[in-house]
């Protein structure tokens, strides 16, 4: 059954999208500029997601609630996602723009250490059967992983840097013409309903997969080569 | 509890000499992966130079994550429930796991580190400096594989799944190191990659004393 939240997801990401294709081209970029509706939400949830996952990790470990688990492991999922579309969209945006597929610059080379961060996190969810093994390694590595995104971060930018400064949150005012402002807001806004579609069908998921996956109280464990013994009446 | 540190400090040394995994196989791997390097890239002497730090560098993070994850390096379930019934802290044996490793990396990364001189023959300034970044970025690599390798404990794909939680979150490490190092060669301050190193060693010592008791729950 399709959920209203995520009626609203769709309708609010064809809208930003007709947005985007409607609002006229950059001045100096053309229509090329027109990747950076589905960039910059792409990269803002990359960021978002992870650190869903890190507050849900912790408050798993205070409350030990299932429910944290499966929104932690649901956010990293789409976030696994858009990091991945955030780092193509920028890579096909890049080529005509800077000449390459990929350069070794600061933005780009913490965003692809996040996909393999959250790639392992993934990986290291997948390896355990037991729920809740699972949920308590899966929290103590997203949070050791989370703390090392701020070094990651700053060891890059110290290494070198050729990503352009931020556009929008420019202290003073944004560096960008009104219709293409709204047209990229309504991208970050609809983008960030679809994550929360998505992690909250996907949380939903896993919560049913491991409601499949433990044993019902009828279930046999013996198998068929062991029966129950006979039930002796005392007649005394 | 430092007693309990260096008694189980000397045990897991205890155990790598019994087992010889580092000294007697990685090692020579990591040696091996240094001298095939100018192969592959073409016996070019000015470029192997440019190259031969960075080299070192990527040899000690990837091997120094089989050293992390060494047989020796974990401990039996036997083992565990043992220590937990004499009432060793989780905090405690993270500690005694990871100066060890830290002390097997040191080692690697010397014997690496020479192996590097005599193949490379790199043009290093001030080298005294040396002895505080090897050891630094051996305790943080140190320090992330022994997480990763309570994280992924006791399951089969233990040895496959490791490198892939270490070597992506080691990148600070492996940037200072290498940002240090070249520093080194080229006469430029390195302080801030010293700074950077120590950071990420506290902020990953922290981690694994504080989570060390909730992965231990069962």
Known sequence: MIRPLEIAAGLMLATALVLGLVVPPDAVQGDLQRIMYVHVPSAWLAYLSFAATLVAGVAYLKTRRMRWDHIAGASAEVGVLFTGLALVTGSIWGKPVWGVWWTWDARLVLTAVMFFVYLGYLALRRSFDDPETRARRAAVYGIVAVAQIPLVHFSVVWWRGLHQPPTLLRPGDPQIDGPLLAALLAAVFAFTVVYAALVSRRAEIARLEDLLAAPSADETVAGSGVSAPPIVRDTR | ?218
């Open chain 2, 1 to 218: 509890m430092i007693r309990h540190v260096t008694t189980l400090f000397v045990a897991h040394l205890r155990d790598e000499r019994r087992a010889g995994e580092v000294m007697l196989v990685i090692v020579p791997f990591g040696t091996v992966a240094l001298l095939v390097v100018p192969m592959a890239v073409g016996i070019d002497t000015p470029l192997l130079d440019r190259i031969g730090p960075g080299m070192f560098w990527v040899v000690l993070l990837l091997f120094g994550t089989i050293v992390t994850q060494r047989q020796s390096a974990s401990l039996g379930e036997s083992r565990r429930d043992m220590l937990t019934l004499l009432g060793v802290d989780p905090a405690v044996r993270f500690v005694a796991a990871a100066l060890a490793a830290a002390l097997l990396l040191t080692v690697f990364a010397v014997v690496i580190g020479a192996v590097t001189f005599v193949l490379y023959d790199p043009e290093v300034v001030d080298p005294g400096w040396l002895a505080a970044i090897v050891p630094l970025t051996c305790a943080g690599i140190a320090m992330v594989g022994t997480i990763a390798g309570n994280v992924a404990g006791g399951l089969g794909t233990r040895s496959s799944l490791a490198p892939l939680l270490v070597v992506p979150i080691a990148v600070p490490i492996l940037l200072a190191g290498a940002q240090a190092t070249e520093g080194l060669r080229m006469g430029l301050g390195i302080l801030r990659w010293i700074l950077l190193l120590s950071v990420v060693d506290i902020v990953l010592a922290l981690a694994g004393v504080l989570t060390a008791r909730p992965l231990e729950e069962s």
